[in-house]
């Protein structure tokens, strides 16, 4: 079982910067990619920004030249740098991680979504 644990959001200003971290956990065999998602009240789920394990990353446009997506794989660790942040950033930011685990020697594809991290962004 692969589990995931987001942190690092909050409250923060028009203009200002925060910085998700999600660090999976379980039994990891690899991790294939890990990214992030939002979703906004009344919204659907959208992708913000992803990362392969060759290091490609893609974005969404509305984020691109202000969100970073990074990746410590020692920790199992994805980050995700948001900076100039607006109103319209505001949501909840979700990690998801496709990953393989193993088992009592099964390895098993897996996706698996964190819990979720409110980013609330004032005027």
């Known amino acids: 079982q692969v589990q995931l644990v987001e942190s690092g959001g909050g409250l923060v200003q028009t203009g200002g910067s925060l910085r998700l971290s999600c660090e999976a956990s379980g039994s990891i065999f690899s991790i294939n990619a890990m990214g992030w998602y939002r979703q906004a009240p009344g919204k659907q789920r959208e992708l913000v920004a992803v990362i392969s394990t060759g290091g490609s990353t893609n974005y969404a446009d509305s984020v691109k030249g202000r969100f970073t997506i990074s990746r410590d794989s020692a920790k199992n660790t994805v980050y995700l740098q948001m900076n100039s942040l607006k109103p319209e950033d505001a949501a909840v930011y979700y990690c998801?991680?496709?990953?393989?685990?193993?088992?009592?020697?099964?390895?098993?594809?897996?996706?698996?979504w964190g819990q979720g991290t409110l980013v609330t962004v004032s005027a």
């Open positions: 998801n991680v496709y990953a393989h685990a193993k088992q009592a020697g099964l390895i098993r594809p897996l996706e698996v």
